[in-house]
């Protein structure tokens, strides 16, 4: 079958730094998606990784390791706006049949 | 630019009524999706759609109904409203999701907030 484990919640302080974990069990992996959704809002996308590796954009980087199925989003200098949820999604499958399967998301709460 | 627009943002249902829940595209995407999500559950898929006319099935779509007569809009129909229908609803839209390329990321609509009671 297909699965992603994220942690939960997790708190951190304004100012700091949090890494959230993302581990999963798929077939035909073809790149991992994190995604930010603020309380009430849609999903939207903050990075891609599809090489082992870090990807940095700012504020943010996410790693990733194909051969641990493993991934990380890494949030630096954390603002109160930061507190959201972060979701995990791995794309799978091929030709039409292509799609991302989601993680259930991890709830950071900044605190002051 | 408008993105993925979806309508209505609320809506409360009796058990039994029909709706239909309307999302349009402006990006000239090809793939076409509907979710639903839940408290703790997350974001599962209803229908999806690769393109005019071609319409899929996801993980939940039972109740569901959907049609894509053209490229930019793709309504999700609920036939007979059930009080597990109560969620809140994404459509989404994404160029064709090709192996190694970041470009055909997921966009999604602001949602809309769906209560059957």
């Known amino acids: 079958g297909q699965n992603i484990d994220q942690p939960t919640e997790m708190t951190a302080t304004e100012g700091a730094i949090v890494q959230i974990n993302c581990t999963y069990q798929t077939s035909g992996f073809n790149g991992l998606f994190w995604y930010q959704q603020h309380a009430g809002e849609a999903p939207t996308f903050l990075s891609y990784?599809?090489l082992d590796g870090l990807e940095e954009k700012g504020r943010f980087s996410s790693f990733l390791s194909r051969s641990k199925g493993y991934s990380y989003l890494l949030l630096k200098e954390l603002q109160m706006k930061d507190s959201a949820s972060y979701l995990c999604?791995?794309?799978?499958?091929?030709?039409?049949?292509?799609?991302?399967?989601w993680g259930l998301g991890t709830s950071l709460a900044v605190n002051p | 630019n408008a993105g993925v627009t979806q309508t209505p943002k609320f809506r409360i249902l009796k058990i039994g009524q029909s709706m239909t829940l309307q999302c349009t595209q402006d990006?000239?995407?090809?793939?076409m999706y509907w979710y639903r999500q839940d408290p703790g559950m997350g974001l599962k898929l209803i229908y999806y759609s690769v393109g005019a006319g071609i319409t899929d099935k996801g993980e939940v779509p039972n109740g569901y109904n959907v049609s894509r007569s053209t490229t930019e809009d793709f309504p999700l129909r609920l036939e007979l409203a059930a009080p597990s229908q109560t969620s809140v609803y994404f459509c989404a839209s994404s160029f064709r999701l090709e192996k190694g390329t970041a470009g055909n990321t997921i966009y999604f609509g602001e949602g809309s907030w769906l209560t059957v009671v």
């Open positions: 990006m000239n995407h090809n793939y």
């Open positions: 999604a791995v794309r799978v499958g091929a030709g039409n049949n292509r799609k991302l399967i």
């Open positions: 990784n599809v």
